[in-house]
T-cell receptor, first 114, second 109 residues
Framework: DAGITQSPRYKITETGRQVTLMCHQT?????MFWYRQDLGHGLRLIYY???????DKGEVPDGYVVSRSKTENFPLTLESATRSQTSVYFC?????????????FGAGSRLTVL | AQTVTQSQPEMSVQEAETVTLSCTYD???????LFWYKQPPSRQMILVIR??????QNATENRFSVNFQKAAKSFSLKISDSQLGDAAMYFC??????FGAGTRLTVKP
């Protein structure tokens, strides 16, 4: 299916466990983004990637790791989950750098850390 | 670092009326994009409208328009002829890098 997909959509884990959220897009967009959404904060950028093997930190990168070995995939890993990482995570992609290219979001992944 | 502020956590409008959502931002850049996104209960983020900073003309998309005041760093969204389907969270964003905390819009029938 064409588009941008996130998996899993819902995940419950325990403090200290490693969790990976997957993001896959079928458009070969160069730019991909990970955000977290928390009440009262809107969306905050965690990491973004301009191309395969190029990643950069956003506003709240601590506690997260990303990789981009293939253009279409941009996984987000919480190496040791904490309760403060309970959130809804959104992946997004865009064809180019300029805002003239529309940012398209995935459906979100709700993560609960107990 | 750029910041985006939405000072209205909640707004309410009567169906068919007009409502304006406020957004201010801070930046030292001269060229950038500003966006309004809508997030209905489905949680899907939907682009409503965008504005490039160097364009003086305010963007318009059907019932949605913006009042962009670059010097004041203000970017408000006006929704005309409000419909029940407009009820959602609305987020203002700077260059897709910084988002405001959101405004929850309720539309009363």
């Amino acid at each position: 299916d064409a588009g941008i997909t996130q998996s899993p959509r819902y995940k419950i884990t325990e403090t200290g466990r490693q969790v990976t959220l997957m993001c896959h897009q079928t458009w070969s967009h160069s730019y991909m983004f990970w955000y977290r959404q928390d009440l009262g904060h809107g969306l905050r950028l965690i990491y973004y990637s301009a191309a395969a093997d190029i990643t950069d930190k956003g506003e709240v990168p601590d506690g997260y790791v990303v990789s981009r070995s293939k253009t279409e995939n941009f996984p987000l890993t919480l190496e040791s989950a904490t309760r403060s990482q309970t959130s809804v995570y959104f992946c997004a992609s865009r064809r180019g750098f300029s805002g003239a290219n529309v940012l398209t979001f995935g459906a979100g992944s709700r993560l609960t850390v107990l | 670092a750029q910041t985006v502020t939405q000072s209205q956590p909640e707004m309410s409008v009567q169906e068919a009326e007009t409502v304006t959502l406020s957004c201010t931002y801070d930046t030292s850049e001269s060229d950038y994009y500003l966006f309004w996104y809508k997030q209905p209960p489905s949680r899907q983020m939907i682009l409503v409208i965008r504005q490039e900073a160097y364009k003086q003309q305010n963007a318009t998309e059907n019932r949605f328009s913006v009042n962009f005041q670059k010097a004041a760093k203000s970017f408000s969204l006006k929704i005309s002829d409000s419909q029940l389907g407009d009820a959602a969270m609305y987020f203002c964003a700077y260059d897709d890098m910084r988002f405001g905390a959101g405004t929850r819009l309720t539309v009363k029938p």
